[in-house]
């Protein structure tokens, strides 16, 4: 898969993501919500523009970033389908992000694990020729 192909489905989930996340909010005011897109929007928006930036230390970031948010949304998802109570949009909000933590994980990790050779230097110029004296 190309790396512009992924970066496709990583943000059109991240679209679908912020629909569940104001969805489930109902409205956009409420104090913790800013915390909520700063954190489940935005960061992973950075993070993703830093990977394409090509900057090493960022897919990293972005790895380990994932790597907890799907294990939160697997254990959310688990609990949600164990416990006998309606589910509906919540397990889709909750498969949904996890979707997109798991782009996210394999978007970083290609970029991470990337190493293109380093450009050769270019040929030196001749010297020039001796000029007459």
């Known amino acids: 898969m190309k790396q512009t192909a992924l970066l496709n489905l990583l943000i059109g989930t991240l679209i679908v993501e912020t629909g569940f996340l104001f969805v489930e909010s109902g409205m956009p ?6 915390w909520r897109i700063g954190f489940f929007i935005l960061m992973p928006l950075a993070l993703a523009v830093l990977i394409w930036l090509r900057l ?3 897919a990293m970031v972005c790895v380990i970033y994932a790597t907890v948010g799907l294990a939160l949304d697997l254990a959310t998802i688990i609990q949600a389908v164990t416990k006998d109570s309606e589910v509906g949009v919540s397990l889709i909000a909750n498969a949904v992000s996890g979707l997109f933590n798991f782009f ?30």
Request: hydrophobic share 35%; net charge positive.
């Open 29 to 34: 005011t409420e104090p913790g919500m800013a």
């Open 56 to 58: 090493r230390w960022a």
């Open 104 to 133: 996210l994980i394999v978007f970083g990790g290609r970029s991470f694990l990337d190493v293109s050779p380093a450009p050769m230097p270019r040929e030196p110029r001749p010297p020039n020729p001796p000029s007459p004296s």
